[in-house]
Structure formats: C-alpha cells, structure tokens
C-alpha cells in the first residue's frame, strides 16, 4: 500500500495538470488569435460603407486633470463628425469640473456636451444614475463607454469599436480591453481581463469593462437599463452585472485591435483599486457563475497538482525516477503557461509578467476562500 502512493500522487498530479491545461490553453489561444486578426484587418485599413452613428459616454467624478486629457484625445478621433459625438456625464459636479466643461464645449461646439449627478445622492449608484443620464441624452444609435481615468490609444479607437456593429448587424454588444497602466495591481487586473475576454471569444459573454465597452441604446432601453442595479452599493454594476444580463453568444463581439486597447491611469491607483474591488465585490452575486468557477476549478487543480506532486515526493524521496518524473511534469506544465501567458501579454500590448503567473494563477483560489470567509 505504501508503495503505491507515489505513484498514484503522480497520476493525481498528471491528471490535475492535463485538466488545466484543456481548461487554460484553448481559452488564451483564441485570445491570441482574435488579436492578431483584429490587428491583421486594422492595418489592411478596412472600411465600412454604413458606420453607425457613436455617442462617446465619458464618466467622470470632478477629475479635471482627466478630462484635460481624454477630452482632445476624444476630439481627434477619425470618425465622421456627423456620425460621432461626445456626452461627458459628470457624478457629483463641482465648479472648476463645470467651468471646465463648458469652456471645452465653446471650443468643440455641437460636438462635446455634458450633463451631471447633483453631489450626495444617496440610497442609489450615482455612477450608474450618471451613466443612464449619459445614454438617455445620446443622439446616436451605439453608445461607447469610458471613463476620465483613460488614456485613449489612437485616432482610429472609436472606428475600431464601432466596426464590429457595421460588419454584423446582429451585434448589439461590443467588449473592448481596458488595462491598468503600472503597478503590480495591472499583472491581477489582466488576469481578469483575459478571462473575461476568453470567455466572451468562447461563447459565454458575462461582464466586460466600462472603461471600453460598446452598446445600442435598444438594447438598453429594452432591458430598462440600469434600473435593477441602481441599488448597487459603491457604484458600478455597468460592466459586470449588466452585461452578464444582457449578453449572449449572438449579440456580443469583441474588438481585440490595437488600437482599440485602451490604458487606465488613475490619479489615485490605489483608491481606484479598492473601488473596483467594492462594485465588483457586489455586482458579482448578479453575474452568470460560469466563468468565475471555470477560474476557480483551474486555481484548485493547480494546487491539487502542486500538493499530489509534493506527496509523491515526500513519501519516497530516495526514488529519482519518482523525483525525475514529478519535477518534469511541473517543469512542463508552468513553462507551457507561463509562455501562453507571455504570448497574450505581447500580442496585446501589455507589461510582461511572465514570472508572476504562478502565483496569479494559485491565489486565485485563495483569494475565493477569503471572499466566502468574509462575505
């Protein structure tokens, strides 16, 4: 009995690993492949005889130092002007945001405009009040979200967004990419992205970013838009649980260009996180499950792999074909994630993180306990 617990720690650890790596490879790959395609028709500068009209969305809360950026990057964009507008909706506004503002619309008139949240709502998401203000005053059939905190990529983002809707008239949805600019919280925010990213590529739309995320306004309006997360606390629930209800596989594209990847920079990253990480923590329990099981059963068969393998090991540590056998499927199985992930990060533009996605992958699991533990 003694004798076979190395080897049946080894088959565990071989069994958990071919697991994740069925469950991990297929999903990276076609983000990989979605991005090279995307990128591959973007620089074959393809066109579109029937480009919808787009109202540009930009939330902000009293960031005047954002909108000084975002504001012209918006305005230089290579869209029809007759098709194109920008709506700043700003949540709590303050005087220099409002003069602002309406310095900003004398430059660009009929092409920028803003509404705003009265500061202290209370008993309701101001931000998702502020985003509903924003959609309901748009004059064009497709709305595409962002925030102040953004940096756009190119001229050519918003064609980029808009060009899944002209090349398919079934899709009312379209997910960008939004990545955190610096800083070790852009290695786990990535790691979020692409498994969002990969699940809506697999058929399984269920959250994307309100940083860069694209949809019409029938969509919205036949949903009653924001209205049952309206209660939502901290905000939020516009790129979580609203997709979640609304997306489906035949309604949902994902724009992987890019240039039409846009970066988050914060004024205050840390506060930024930690917001993020309230809305999320309350507008998950209104999402489809799939994905974050999916991520979780992936997580929990790494350790299982790690712990079989360590077993194994312990229990016979004179045995080198068990030691040799071991280290080599460990070996095998890190590097092939560790290269796919370096794959996805190069392809889209981000910071290499290849040595931190050992412990991106395991503390997933760890991260779901301490959740259920605290509520």
């Known amino acids: ?52 009209g787009i109202s540009v969305v930009v939330y902000t809360h009293n960031s005047t130092s954002g909108l000084e950026k975002i504001i012209p990057q918006l305005m230089s964009q290579k869209y029809p002007e007759d098709k194109y507008e920008v709506i700043v909706v700003n949540d709590g506004a303050n005087q220099a945001t409002e003069s602002l503002l309406l ?66 008239p079934n899709i009312q949805i379209v997910i960008g990419a939004a990545i955190l600019s610096k800083g070790k919280r852009s290695r786990r925010r990535m790691y979020f992205m692409v498994n969002y990213l990969a699940s809506a590529l697999s058929g399984k739309p269920w959250r994307g970013d309100g940083s860069n995320l694209a949809y019409t306004r029938n969509i919205f309006f036949e949903n009653n838009g924001f209205c049952s997360l309206l209660n939502l606390r901290h905000g939020g629930g516009d790129d979580d649980a609203y997709i979640s209800q609304i997306a489906t596989v035949g309604n949902t594209a994902v724009c992987l260009a890019k240039d039409s990847i846009v970066r988050i920079s914060p004024e205050d990253a840390g506060a930024y996180w930690l917001n993020m990480l309230r809305r999320r923590a309350w507008a998950k329990k209104q999402c489809r499950p799939y994905a974050r099981r999916l991520q979780v059963w992936s997580s929990g068969l790494l350790w299982l792999s790690l712990l079989a393998s360590v077993i194994a090991v312990a229990d016979n540590y004179k045995d080198w074909t068990i030691i040799v056998l071991v280290s080599a499927l460990q070996l095998v199985l890190w590097i092939t994630l560790i290269l796919f992930w370096g794959k996805v990060s190069k392809v889209m533009t981000m910071d290499r993180f290849m040595l931190k996605v050992p412990g991106a992958l395991l503390s997933r699991l760890i991260r779901t306990i301490y959740h259920f533990r605290v509520g």
């Open 1 to 52: 009995m003694h004798s076979l617990l190395p080897i049946t720690m080894f088959v565990v650890a071989f069994a958990s690993a071919i697991v994740v790596l069925t469950i991990q490879l297929p999903r990276l790959l076609r983000v990989i492949k979605k991005t090279k395609k995307d990128n591959l028709i973007a620089a074959e500068n393809v066109g579109c005889d029937n480009l919808p």
């Open 103 to 168: 310095l900003m619309e004398s430059k660009w008139t009929g092409r920028l405009r803003h509404t705003f949240t009265p500061s202290g709502t209370r008993g309701i998401s101001s931000k998702n009040l502020s985003l509903m203000l924003g959609v309901k005053s748009a004059r064009f059939p497709v709305v595409l979200h962002t925030t102040s905190d953004v940096i756009i990529p190119s001229e050519n983002w918003v064609f980029n967004m808009a060009l899944p809707f002209c090349k398919n």
